[in-house]
């Protein structure tokens, strides 16, 4: 408890002649130190009573840390510390300054062996919190003459004469400040603030350090001395140095003013550090490596030594030497087409779950319309996401994309794009390929993961190491294919300290560094396919991007740059011409990989001859970039590559070891062949497929080949069937229709193109298989993705049968409602659509399709109605109406289709509201006339957005009901409840004599009293003629309100069933409807029950008439 009143004293000082700014600046160190939680800060801020505060604060420091931290927080905060912290017997001079002496270590020796030793900077600063100062030696400052004093002019001098010194200089130049500034501020000792002590400074004998701004001290002259150290005294000053001419001069030798780094405002010595060594100091030179100048400054009073050199170096140089090799490594672009740069759109993107009923989450799919694109590129994407984010906090973000979609390339571009300075916010990047950790039995260090598995490794001394994690908010660390760690998707809960000392596996690193222990602040870049177990972590990720693939421009642009590179630019309009007689391949050409793969073929092709024709299949694609390869290789050798493979795709690996072969001259044909390179970052030994795609394709190959598989099993790697019947978990996803492509298409051409025609008789038997189980498949019981995948299957297949029999299974009303529909998906759905010769209705909400997608399914004559996002929709209008193509936009607009439409969000609204604004300006142009059918059949509207957005967004909707004049049936209930009050009531009867086909109006769980009943029963009679069904359930409506129903309730001769169910009239008001409705012959449900009316009075009114319901 003496411990408790000692703290509680100190802090009652603090508290007690400080505003209540500066109280909270503590409340925040606290908070920033994890002395406080966040909640209970808030508390502190609005506590009332300050001898609460104090105990409170006493309290927490007593349990977790100490009243040095306390103190910190003013020292950060700009405040002169308040007596609390003078010890007993510290002294106090001319009444206001306060006198601490802080012990250094007990390092020894002369100054300049202290500036070259090898100690950690991090221990000349280490405070000793229980040292006993009762016979320790003062050091004040005297103003008596007989002393041993130098004044400002010898201190120039002297700093003139370091400056000189070579030696001295570098010793300074490897100075580092530590991360923080000591926390026991109890032996700093200020030097009193007069202009003669400025003037004139008492020093005891021994070396003298001066240290120039440190921001984070209050102004003033701090003093620390320490005994064996070497040093007999450091000053540290912050603040502006006034010259010698504002400045009386002192009797004795005076010397005016100090010379000032211009680098660094108030600096007072030419030996300053720079600004990255000084942590936690808000300079420009912090934030930015672009641009660095150098500045030279000469003592204006030091005459004897001259001008003299202020530049100095940002960094040590071993860490400048690192930062240039760094550089090097990256700076390096790739040779030939493999350094082609096509620039494509990063969309905004985030993770929700896959239905109600899954846990497993995937991308959200938005409306063309709605993606939110990253502006500015990748640099300007990495700034704004750096700037949201808190302070010492690691940020996350994942760049997240199908195979072959480019991501690999793009984390390369990121580092390409560090190294040509375009991203300041970062000192150092490192890109690490996921392949290289995944190991098994290895361990790891930080060091090793920062230098030794990039795509070269670094050669980095401990020196550099430790001066990188001092700024770790300065590092981006890039760790590309992420899937590849599925192995280690227990680190999320591992164990890790803050840093290991000892080297770790790879589990225990990546939890140091996901939980934010380790390298905690630093930028973690992750690129990883959209789906596996470990991007289901992601979903908590700082921020979130999708990588969009080329579009149909710039995959032709592609194309024309390929050929360029590959200096055969006589072929870039054939090649081009060539892509575009093929839409299917034309439609894959959104994925990078793919698109490349189409270059190499039409490459092939062209040096062949004229007569080049591309395949229709991407099975055909690969065969034929595979073929001259396989008949080259030594025998079988295909077959145990696709093996290999397939193997590798059951593991959810890539990546191979040499020994893995079953031969070296299978081996030695797959490197020379392309079939498999070294990755970047790999070892030697190690080896991987140059694409996901290629893989895909030798594992199909291998189902195909292979007797190992029963003829039986093999429908079941279509992945057509539920998940609980597949023997694999589809990692390989482009096996099923390279499967279907390899056992239908002709021997010729295909399977004995790439292993002869000794496997026929296999490969017929698997054909009789597959051809039973396609053809009882019955696609209207499939799923919209199932669906997607058994028309890529048929289509790969290029069996006229198979075809014909899916395509006329289809169902007339096609839904892919949340399913993401790709440039191939769009393609392949209009040919079935064509060829099946029947009638379809499409709805293709939250699908993603692109413009010309969309424009190309609206099209097609079989479709004889749509749906799609009214932004999109509009948008395909508008982009129609600008081409002039107007058959296609009055065939757009007359297949549209809204009904029946759900309000869920406000844009909802606001769309709805866009397009009956597009039919009013159209009904107002000279040559269009008449209403959009999607506005004029419009039947059934429901508003369901919630007692927050709902009082917002009616006023909107009721702006617009007029326009849809079919409408028969009003849902304004929820089940959050819209709460539109009586307000909304009243603007939506003014609208009723507008809505003469409504049959239905529900106004349940509106918040609706009676004054919104009385505005209701003078708004009715309007719907006397159509009103069939009227519902006011669980509102608040009394007995004024009930009988301003009943009174209106005979002129409804069109109403039939009314409920006015759980609302808040009593008897009276129920007997008043009743009364009523023996008026009405026509009504045949009067819904009634609520629990404001005693039991008995309501069997009594039902006794009276049937017709009144209690349930």
């Known amino acids: 408890m003496n411990n408790f009143q000692a703290i509680l004293t100190q802090v009652r000082i603090l508290l007690s002649s400080h505003q209540p700014s500066q109280v909270q600046a503590l409340l925040d160190n606290l908070l920033k130190e994890e002395l406080l939680s966040r909640e209970y800060h808030c508390t502190l801020l609005h506590e009332p009573d300050s001898e609460a505060l104090a105990r409170k604060i006493s309290l927490t420091l007593l349990e977790k840390g100490d009243l040095d931290l306390a103190l910190l927080g003013w020292a950060r905060s700009g405040l002169q510390p308040p007596a609390a912290e003078r010890g007993p017997s510290h002294s106090d001079h001319d009444g206001s ?20 030793s090898d100690a950690d900077p991090l221990c000349l600063y280490h405070i000793y919190d229980q040292m006993d100062l009762a016979g320790e030696e003062e050091i004040e ?8 004093t130098i004044n400002c002019d010898q201190f120039s001098r002297l700093l003139c004469d370091m400056e000189g010194d070579e030696e001295t200089k570098e010793a300074y130049a490897n ?5 923080e500034l000591p926390a026991d501020l109890k032996h700093w000792k200020p030097v009193p603030s007069s202009s003669s002590s400025l003037s004139c400074l008492n020093l005891p004998e021994g070396p003298v350090q001066f240290v120039p701004t440190v921001s984070t001290l209050p102004q003033g002259l701090w003093q620390i001395s320490g005994t064996g150290t070497g040093v007999s005294s450091i000053f540290i000053y912050h603040g502006e140095v006034p010259q010698a001419s504002q400045v009386p001069p002192p009797s004795g030798l005076t010397v005016h003013g100090l010379p000032t780094s211009p680098d660094r405002p108030g600096s007072t010595s030419p030996f300053a550090p720079s600004a990255t060594d000084l942590p936690s100091m808000p300079e420009p030179a912090l934030t930015s490596r672009a641009n660095v100048t150098e500045h030279k400054t000469s ?7 001259g001008e003299v050199s202020n530049k100095l170096p940002k960094w040590p140089e071993p860490v400048e030497q690192f930062y240039r090799s760094l550089q090097d490594t990256y700076q390096a672009e790739p040779a030939g087409p493999d350094g082609i740069l096509m620039e494509v759109d990063l969309v905004q993107a985030r993770l929700e779950r896959s239905s109600s009923k899954s846990l497993e989450r995937e991308l959200a799919t938005p409306d063309w319309a709605e993606r939110q694109l990253a502006q500015g590129g990748l640099a300007e994407g990495l700034l704004a996401a750096k700037e949201r984010r808190r302070p010492r906090e690691t940020q996350v973000i994942a760049m997240l994309g199908k195979a072959g979609q480019g991501k690999s390339y793009w984390a390369g571009a990121v580092s390409r794009a560090w190294a040509c300075g375009r991203l300041p916010q970062y000192d150092f990047v490192f890109s690490v390929p996921c392949h290289c950790l995944n190991r098994p039995g290895d361990v790891y260090r930080l060091q090793d993961l920062l230098f030794s598995l990039g795509p070269r490794p670094l050669l980095a001394a401990d020196e550099v190491f430790s001066h990188i994690v001092k700024r770790p908010d300065r590092i981006l660390l890039i760790l590309d294919a992420f899937e590849e760690l599925e192995a280690q998707d227990g680190f999320l809960h591992s164990t890790c300290g803050p840093a290991p000392a000892e080297p770790c596996s790879l589990r225990g690193l990546l939890a140091g560094l996901f939980q934010k222990k380790l390298l905690r602040g630093c930028t973690l870049l992750l690129t990883a396919r959209p789906r596996g177990r470990l ?12 990588l969009s693939g080329f579009s149909m421009e710039q995959a032709q642009a592609y194309v024309m740059r390929y050929f360029e590179c590959s200096g055969m630019t006589e072929h870039q309009d054939r090649a081009l011409a060539l892509l575009r007689d093929r839409p299917f391949l034309l439609s894959h050409s959104h994925s990078p990989t793919l698109c490349r793969a189409v270059c190499q073929l039409s490459e092939a092709l062209l040096e062949l001859g004229e007569d080049a024709e591309l395949p229709s299949t991407l099975t055909g694609l690969y065969v034929g970039l595979l073929g001259r390869a396989a008949l080259s290789g030594p025998p079988g050798a295909l077959a145990e590559l696709a093996k290999l493979a397939w193997e590798l795709g059951r593991r959810h690996q890539s990546t191979l070891q040499e020994d893995q072969f079953p031969s070296a001259d299978v081996r030695t044909w797959a490197m020379a062949k392309g079939l498999v390179q070294h990755p970047p970052g790999a070892t030697e030994s190690e080896l991987a497929f140059p694409s996901f795609l290629l893989q895909c394709f030798l594992g199909a190959l291998w189902l195909t080949l292979s007797g190992e598989i029963k003829d039986k099993e093999l429908p079941q790697y279509l992945a057509l069937t539920p998940r609980k019947k597949r023997p694999y978990d589809n990692w390989l996803e482009g096996v099923p229709r390279f499967l279907t492509g390899l056992i239908f298409q002709p021997r010729a051409r295909c399977l004995g193109a790439l292993v002869g025609p000794s496997v026929t008789t296999l490969a017929d038997r698997k054909q009789k298989v597959l051809a039973r189980y396609l053809k009882r498949l019955q696609p209207g ?12 299957c048929t289509h790969e297949a290029e069996e006229a049968g198979i075809w014909q029999h899916v395509v006329q299974e289809l169902p007339a009303r096609l839904s892919f409602l949340g399913t993401r529909l790709t440039p191939p998906d769009a393609h392949v759905l209009g040919k079935a659509l064509e060829a099946a010769g029947q009638d379809f209705s499409l709805d293709l909400r939250s699908t993603g399709i692109d413009p010309s997608g969309l424009g190309s399914l609206v099209g097609l004559s079989c479709v004889t109605h749509f749906r799609a996002a009214l932004s999109d929709t509009v948008a395909l209008w508008e982009s129609l109406r600008q081409h002039g193509e107007t058959e296609l936009l009055q065939a757009a607009e007359e297949k549209f289709t809204i009904e029946p439409f759900k309000a869920k969000s406000l844009k909802d609204v606001e769309d709805l509201g866009k397009l009956v604004q597009t039919q009013r300006t159209r009904s107002s142009s000279e040559d269009t006339a008449g209403e959009l059918p999607a506005v004029r059949d419009l039947k059934k509207l429901e508003f369901a957005l919630g007692p927050i957005s709902g009082p917002q967004a009616f006023p909107k909707l009721v702006r617009i009901l007029t326009a849809f004049s079919s409408l028969q049936h009003l849902d304004l209930d929820a089940l959050s409840e819209n709460k539109i009050g009586d307000e909304g009531v009243s603007q939506l009867s003014a609208t009723f004599p507008q809505l003469k086909s409504l049959e239905t109006l529900n106004l349940s769980q509106n918040s609706i009293t009676d004054l919104g009943a009385y505005k209701l029963a003078e708004g009715l009679p309007s719907l006397a003629a159509s009103l069939l069904r009227l519902s006011l359930y669980n509102n608040c409506i009394c007995d004024m309100g009930a009988e301003s129903l009943a009174r209106v309730l005979p002129d409804m001769v069109s109403l039939r069933v009314m409920d006015v169910q759980y609302n808040k009239f009593t008897a009276a008001g129920a007997q008043q409807l009743a009364a009523s409705l023996r008026k009405c012959p026509h009504v045949e449900t009067l819904a009634m029950w609520t629990p404001t009316i005693p039991f008995s009075v309501q069997e009594h009114l039902q006794q009276q008439d049937s017709r009144i319901s209690l349930r």
Request: glycine share 4%; hydrophobic share 40%.
């Open 141 to 148: 400052l005297y103003s008596e003459p007989d002393t041993d």
């Open 535 to 546: 991007v289901q972590s992601l979903s908590k990720a700082d921020a979130l991007f999708e």
């Open 175 to 179: 100075i580092a400040f530590p991360e």
């Open 781 to 792: 019981t499939l799923r919209a993705r199932q669906l997607l995948e058994l028309l890529h």
């Open 97 to 116: 300054s306060q006198c601490a002496t802080m012990e250094l270590g007990p390092l020894e020796g002369s100054y300049l062996e202290l500036l070259n």
């Open 299 to 305: 003592p204006t009073q030091c005459q004897a030594a």
